[in-house]
């Protein structure tokens, strides 16, 4: 029962954290459409937003080259900074996000369904005026709620809030602020270069061959060969899919580990029902006097070591369902992230335990045929 219950628990634990990660992660990138490529310097980075701090950035004019691209409806720049944020005396490391101007604008809103809870989205003539993220009206932040029409310090400047952006459950989203490109480049510097380039393809049914298309221009323009890029053209599936395999060759890891476990279980619940056989074999002689048949005398045991791997399975579901939670709270508590989630779908427990009823059957079978087989006179004569 221990070793099935280790087993199942393990089981059952790691597939719902596995499974709860894998839905957060692909609801971060839920709100982006099917037909969105982003472009950007890959390499040795140091910590911050994505494209950021890489040995080798894009430089500013390589989205219009890619607007030249067969297939590509628009590219456009996005410059991407991690800046100290504050307000109300306290302070935060927030990701600063620049936003286009003109007609490139309303296609990134677009884009990526850029909409408001409160207050308005930018326009081109707002010169010291931000956007944030819906997690700044939470009064962790900053001890207490912004509003719209309050005032945060970016770097030493101060901004004016205009909008507070509805909530994605994006931690990129729900935590950014925005920004038009000119200030932030007047904010941070322009050296030239861009941390990513988003690419809208006109039909998604295409978007391998657009991508392909992109990497040859790419690395023709900046002079790397065939498996040497120094850059990366990404599309939200494929995001998610490389994520997938990679949670899945951990999970397998464990699956292993657990069928080892569940494997000495059914060894285990073995070796108990044949003592059970022999402890009981003076009753089994009497069963038998009194009439009963041998199907009688397989089924009672077939079923007690079925139940006892059944009891094994629902503790193990259980402490599987606490370890689940419990570690995504403890983690999530930790690390402040909401990615740490876990998720438990009904049928799991249900699969988990008939599996650990059928593994407890299956390792009775044999102590069952051979309680079965004893005949009444050798089973009284055994008990003497």
């Known amino acids: 029962m221990i070793g099935i219950f280790i087993g199942i628990a393990a089981v059952v634990a790691l597939i719902g954290m596995g499974e709860g990660l894998r839905t957060a992660v692909v609801s971060q990138f839920g709100f982006l ?108 932040t900053f ?11 970016i770097n030493d400047k101060e901004f004016e809030v205009v909008g507070i952006l509805e909530k994605k459950g994006n931690f990129m989203f729900d935590q950014v602020v925005l920004i038009n490109v000119d200030v932030m480049l007047d904010l941070f510097g322009d050296d030239g270069t861009v941390d990513l380039i988003g690419v809208q393809v006109k039909d998604e049914k295409q978007i391998n061959e657009v991508k392909a298309d992109i990497e040859k221009l790419l690395r023709k323009e900046r002079n790397v060969k065939k498996g040497k890029e120094d850059f990366s053209v990404e599309s939200p599936q494929s995001m998610i899919e490389s994520f997938n395999s990679t949670l899945f060759a951990v999970q397998l890891f464990v699956y292993i580990i657990a069928i080892i476990s569940l494997l000495v279980g059914g060894v285990g619940i073995m070796n108990t029902m044949y003592t059970s056989v022999l402890e009981r074999t003076d009753e089994i002689g009497v069963m038998k006097a009194v009439g009963a048949r041998n199907s009688t005398i397989f089924t009672l045991f077939f079923l ?10 629902t503790i193990g579901i259980l402490f599987g369902y606490v370890l689940a939670y419990g570690g995504a709270y403890a983690g999530r508590i930790a690390l402040g992230s909401s990615l740490i989630q876990a998720h438990i779908s009904p049928w799991l427990a249900v699969l988990s335990l008939l599996f650990s009823f059928v593994l407890g059957t299956i390792a009775g079978l044999l102590p069952a045929i051979q309680a079965s087989k004893l005949t009444p006179v050798d089973a009284l004569n055994y008990s003497k």
Do not use: C, W
């Open 33 to 140: 459409g099917t037909d969105i490529l982003s472009v950007q310097g890959a390499g040795l980075s140091t910590a911050g937003p994505p494209g950021t701090g890489v040995v080798n950035p894009l430089s500013d004019d390589l989205s219009k080259k890619i607007n030249n691209v067969r297939g590509v409806n628009v590219a456009f720049d996005r410059h991407m900074e991690s800046a100290s944020i504050e307000f109300n005396d306290n302070q935060v490391i927030a990701m600063v996000l620049s936003m286009p101007e003109g007609e490139l604008r309303k296609i990134v809103e677009t884009m990526i369904n850029l909409k408001t809870d409160y207050g308005r989205l930018l326009k081109d003539s707002d010169q010291h005026k931000i956007v944030v993220g819906n997690d700044f009206t939470q009064k962790t």
């Open 143 to 153: 001890g207490r709620t912004v509003k719209v029409g309050d005032k945060l310090s």
């Open 304 to 313: 007690e070591s079925g139940l006892l791997g059944m009891v094994g399975g």
